[in-house]
């Protein structure tokens, strides 16, 4: 009987895992102990998790065939953004007090949980190309090599933000076609001076940047916009995985980026002679095989 946590700043998926029973998923807010108090993640997982847990219907009926009993959950194993190796003492410990009868508790970031949910327990590249982008190589356990990401404006090749970012500058750059602009204007209804507002005055301007990626994905069909997405994935393989000069290994991908542009990935690898191995929208289901294996 375990319990499986995929969490980001937003939402936390947690998956109650029992045998060869059907999953269930229930969701809470994101839990990042970067950017949230001690106080603020325990009322998460006592009023959001705990407090719920209870009253769903699917958990309700496992109880009710004593599938889940009062020893749930044996194990629990977390996987979120900002639990970075100095933060994992503090999750193990926020995760006991809420979980005292478990007997393995381990609390890992984001980038190992994809590495596992897209490698299982072979060696590969693994990874996450979202608002974000991230990788690692992986030797089938752990993480032994990682390039920093840099955040989108350092670096990022390859995620949502980046691509809303190049595909505004070929926009009002003269790259792409007059007609793209104003179909672009059209459907958004935005234009320079408000997206200068939005990416130079308000906050997040990251995740605008990457809700570009709506009107991108609507429009492939134009050479043009196409040529953009590609550039950034060749950008985000060359910059990146190459660095771990393992091209024998496969490189898988989890994320929205990955997931909704599988083809121009997959042309953009064929450039550079990289072999795509695994590509999953989210890595809950491969991290639900992968302890469910052990």
């Known amino acids: 009987m375990i319990l499986i946590a995929d969490s980001g ?3 936390t998926d947690w998956a109650i895992v029992i045998g060869s029973t059907q999953p269930v998923v229930i969701k809470t807010q994101g839990i990042n102990p970067v950017h949230q108090s001690r106080e603020e993640i325990v009322k998460v997982l006592r ?17 009710s065939a004593a599938i889940l009993t009062p020893e749930f959950p044996m194990a629990v194993y977390f996987y979120g953004s900002g639990v970075r190796p100095e933060m994992e003492p503090l999750m193990q410990s ?59 404006v350092l670096g990022d090749e390859g995620s949502g933000a980046v691509l809303g970012k190049r595909f505004i500058h070929d926009l009002y750059g003269g790259v792409l076609s007059e007609e793209i602009k104003q179909t672009f204007e059209r459907e958004t209804k935005l234009n320079l001076a408000e997206i200068i507002k939005r990416v130079y005055r308000e906050p997040l301007a990251n995740r605008f940047l990457a809700s570009l990626s709506e009107f991108i994905s609507a429009h492939l069909d134009d050479a043009g916009v196409r040529a953009v997405v590609v550039r950034n994935f060749e950008d985000f393989l060359r910059l990146h995985i190459k660095s771990y000069h393992r091209g024998d290994l496969p ?44």
């Not at 890992?108 to 590249?125: P, V």
């Not at 991908?253 to 909704?260: L, P």
């Not at 450039?271 to 491969?286: Q, R, S, V």
């Open 9 to 11: 700043s937003t939402k």
């Open 47 to 63: 009023e959001e998790f705990v407090g719920v847990m209870g009253s769903t219907p699917e958990v309700q009926k496992l109880r």
């Open 94 to 152: 926020l995760l006991k007090e809420t979980f005292p009868q478990a007997s393995v508790i381990e609390a890992h970031s984001d980038l190992l949980g994809a590495a596992r949910a897209l490698c299982g327990r072979n060696e590969g590249i693994a990874s996450i190309l979202g608002t974000g982008a991230n990788s690692c190589l992986y030797d089938g356990n752990a993480i032994v090599d990682h390039m920093p990401a840099l955040g989108y």
């Open 251 to 294: 490189v898988s991908f989890v994320g929205s980026v990955a997931w909704h542009y599988q083809d121009e990935l997959k042309e953009a690898a064929e450039h550079l002679n990289f072999h795509i191995g695994t590509i999953l929208k989210t890595p809950m289901a491969g991290l639900i095989r992968y302890h469910s294996q052990r």
